[in-house]
C-alpha cells in the first residue's frame, strides 16, 4: 500500500487511518521492556504521537523526556492509540491486561 500524504488517503483511495493530519499516527505501546522501550522510542523519533503504558510504575519516565504521553491504565493508552502494538512477556501477562476491560476500547468487545 502506498499512501499519499497530500490526501491522506491510499492508493485504493481509501482513508489510511492518519488522525494527525500530518503522516504521522498515534501509536500506543503496551509493555516498555527491550522490545516496546526500543519501539516506542523509535516511534517517538519518527514524529508519531506515542502513548505508553507499563505495569512497572517508572518505566515510562524516559520515554515521556522524549515527548511520549504516559497512560495511567492499560485500557487508557488503548483509547489514545490508532495502531496498538502490546510487548508483553507472555500469554498470561497478555490476558491479565487485556481481558479485564475490552468493551471500552474502540472496536470491542472481542470474542476469545
Known amino acids: 500500500m502506498t499512501t499519499d500524504s497530500n490526501s491522506n488517503s491510499n492508493s485504493n483511495g481509501n482513508s489510511n487511518g492518519n488522525s494527525n493530519g500530518d503522516g504521522s499516527f498515534r501509536v500506543s505501546v503496551l509493555g516498555l521492556g527491550a522490545m516496546g522501550g ?14 505508553v503504558w507499563n505495569r512497572s510504575p517508572g518505566k515510562a519516565d524516559g520515554l515521556v523526556a522524549l515527548g511520549a504521553r504516559a497512560a495511567a491504565t492499560a485500557g487508557d493508552a488503548i483509547r489514545a492509540g490508532d495502531l496498538v502494538i502490546v510487548c508483553l512477556l507472555d500469554h498470561a501477562s497478555v490476558h491479565e491486561v487485556l481481558d479485564p476491560s475490552p468493551a471500552t476500547w474502540p472496536g470491542g468487545p472481542w470474542s476469545t
Open 38 to 51: 526500543a519501539l516506542a522510542t523509535a516511534l517517538v523519533k519518527a514524529g508519531h504521537t506515542t502513548t
